[in-house]
């Protein structure tokens, strides 16, 4: 299989079919972590680099897994403890790491477009591992795979997008792909979380939890950065949780079978229950478990291993 | 082999046929850790993960090397630039690194118990690392395949524990296991530091050195946490160090040929003077060297790997 | 091929022979970075510490990229987060690491003589990789190797290093080594950055750049440390970059295909502006996928693996 594309930046410019196609890949390696021996020697000496500006576990962890279980060799640098504190720009920080024959740079920035500006940059494949407050593509390919495996297909399906939607770059690449794949998107948050413009992306906006999770199929909670109340955006924790958080007696008013999504890490008790993260239709766990079905699928397709 | 425990939570649980099975596996792995090629594929497709919440350079890289010897994929994750930082539930983490499909969790926590609450919560295995004040069965464990090593056998011998035992996990897991095991253990420190229920782990406690290590086969030096003496634990260093220091002098006390040992990093001319961590009788690098072979056996045991 | 060394401290020891048959070495490790797969298992079970004291990206990233191209295990061991923020001595981390069986130590250390002092009480091999302002001795053969890759030979060539002479080690271990192989080097720098007795070195001192570059072959460039501003060695970062930074226009100066080089990572601007360090002479890139090659050819040559 030959992949068109170079760099994953973002699901903005992704059309159905590469959507799709990348879904049917993961697939196939969703199996491999089953099995006693989790290990495929598709990218052996191949190079990854998960170049990290902010910090993470579960996104760098999933990367650093997928590529393992497929014989990459895989190296982490974050911004404590590098040259990255000496201050080298991002660009010769990336030249650099080019230049040693990697092959894939999984990069994580606060800046919105670092990814973009990188990949033009340098030869090898460059994967965003979310950028600033604009996209996190392989957050909601992940998302897109485990609401497809659950219901077998996207079109027609509706979702709520509830909490900080001005803020939340899974957020934004959701509502790009899910628009794409003809999914009902409905984002729902306080005003002040809630850009003017949003519903030019084509989704409909709602500030009341009880009417936007009403007939949705899907509720994906995000979650809420603390340090939004530092800046006064929401007025107290506890108010934004009676307001947004999600729990068992608010769950009473969706469709019975509506499934539970969060990208984590989840704060308990804020925007999220305890008994709804754990509940019966939560996805969490398996949100997890794909994520690095999809990555080793992406970084499969960029790094160009052998066929399957 | 099949091994009949999910976790290695602590020592105090484990009886003699088990600590003996364990050591036995652990003989085996040493050998290993000599050759030419110091590596198996034992665990080759399954995925550790060292998960510190506390800094640590031995134990955290003793089981990074253990791993990876055995063939395995390892994962570190430690508190800095993780999204621990971000405040998510230890629970959260490890259902969350559970998911991915780890096969074995190494956790390090400064809460005791925070292992136990852990194995509980997850499928896959976990060791303790450390926990607190509570427990760190691996150094026990290593500390007990050294002495059987040079001694033959472990029922009857006289072991003398000198420091903060009030603090010291590495404590409580050897007497645990040394009383468990048939030897006869004294523990020694500042009335301050020494627990008044101590005795009834079935030790016997002393406050004066010199008695403490007279007839014993073994002496084992705790790290002093040098900030037992910001709380007032202990009047200075340098008192600490007149009253509870094993130098070449003092040892004169002891028996001719004494073993001495000290679970690292030394606090050097605090509670050991170098030329006792470095003299004749003194085990430390072969801990060290053991703590390997230990760890690679109990990862071979959890994660299920082939027989050998 | 036996290699008569156990450590790689410094070239200031290094006679002519020796280090042609390092970079003779390096030539056969260049090729594997342009395979497909990009490995070999020359170093199989072999343990490869990266003991990093300072931060780091380049350097613990291309001998970490180098020590798994040649199937070893590579850990890393940074002060953050580390036992070393206990305290332990230099000494005892290292004699730790020998007792697990490392096979090579690489240390960076901001103290001058640690990887020498670490060298002589273990038995493994040591790679010094940079220590304070003393020897970077892998940098500098990666240099030469680059220098040449482009010229074919060394000897006769005329170089000029500009920056801080007084604190660099790149400097230091340049200068020993060009100088054994019979090249003229030139360096410049403000007085206060130039040491009185460094043309005892064999290498004549220049405080005005436009004299010091007219008729050099290579033109090296070091990198500012920042702080020396701060420390008031030089008056500002506008003037140091008038009178030492090297933009086209003081290109013209110097030989039409005189090439540039620099350590990395640039302060752009400052002591190099971003068209030469972009320009058609610049060998900044192809010092960087060559010190992978280099750290490949002495972890082979230290870590003994079998023939090529």
Known sequence: MTFPRKDILGTQDMDASEISSILDVTESFVEVSTREVKKVPTLRGKTIINLFYEPSTRTRTSFEIAGKRLSADVINISTSGSSVAKGESLKDTAMTLAAMAADVIVVRHP??????????????????????????????????????????????????????????????????????????????????????????????AYTDLDTAIRDVDI????????????????????????????????????????????PGPINRGVEMAPEVAEGRYSLILDQVANGVALRMALLYLLAGGPGL
């Open 111 to 204: 800046s919105s477009g670092a990814p973009h500006f990188l990949a033009g940059h340098v030869p090898c494949a460059v994967i965003n591992g979310g950028d600033g407050t604009h996209e996190h593509p392989t957050q909601a390919l992940l998302d897109l795979f485990t609401i497809r495996q659950r219901k077998g297909s996207l079109t027609g399906l509706r979702v709520g997008i509830i909490g900080d939607i001005a803020h939340s770059r899974v957020a934004r690449s959701n509502i790009f792909a899910m628009r794409t794949l003809g999914m009902d998107v409905r984002v729902c948050g306080p005003a002040s979380l809630l850009p003017l413009e949003i519903e030019s992306l084509g989704v409909r």
């Open 219 to 262: 509720i994906m909670v995000l979650r809420l950065q603390l340090e939004r109340q530092e800046k006064g955006l929401i007025p107290s924790l506890r108010e934004y949780s009676q307001l947004y958080g999600l729990n068992l007696k608010r769950l009473e008013q969706a469709k019975p079978d509506v499934l539970i999504m969060h």
